[in-house]
Nanobody, 122 residues
Framework: QVQLVESGGGLVQTGGSLSLSCAASGGISSLNVMGWYRQTPGNQRELVAAFTRVGTTNYADSVKGRFTISGDNAKNTVHLQMNSLKPEDTAVYYC????????????????WGQGTQVTVSS
């Protein structure tokens, strides 16, 4: 069973920086995609950034140029560096993954972390 454990987040002023990290465990051989979604009350989760096993990245338009995602396939970890934060970045951020191979079997997922709060004060 894939488990995602997040760290980071917290409170920062507008223009500040925060970072988020996520580690996947569960005897995983590989993960096709790891990334981050975020959610605010009353809204659906939206993709923030994703990192694929072959090294490609994808960003929401609202964070391009400010956020950077990176990953380590060998360790099954993903890191999100968030710079020039704005109040509208305030949300609960969820680590996610899909396309997991463990025990010699492929599982599509998706898998979710427990969420971590990011608050940007104005």
């Amino acid at each position: 069973q894939v488990q995602l454990v997040e760290s980071g987040g917290g409170l920062v002023q507008t223009g500040g920086s925060l970072s988020l990290s996520c580690a996947a465990s569960g005897g995983i051989s590989s993960l096709n995609v790891m990334g981050w979604y975020r959610q605010t009350p009353g809204n659906q989760r939206e993709l923030v950034a994703a990192f694929t096993r072959v090294g490609t990245t994808n960003y929401a338009d609202s964070v391009k140029g400010r956020f950077t995602i990176s990953g380590d396939n060998a360790k099954n970890t993903v890191h999100l560096q968030m710079n020039s934060l704005k109040p509208e970045d305030t949300a609960v951020y969820y680590c996610y993954a899909h396309g997991a191979t463990y025990g010699g079997v492929f599982y599509n997922g998706p898998y979710w972390g427990q969420g971590t709060q990011v608050t940007v004060s104005s």
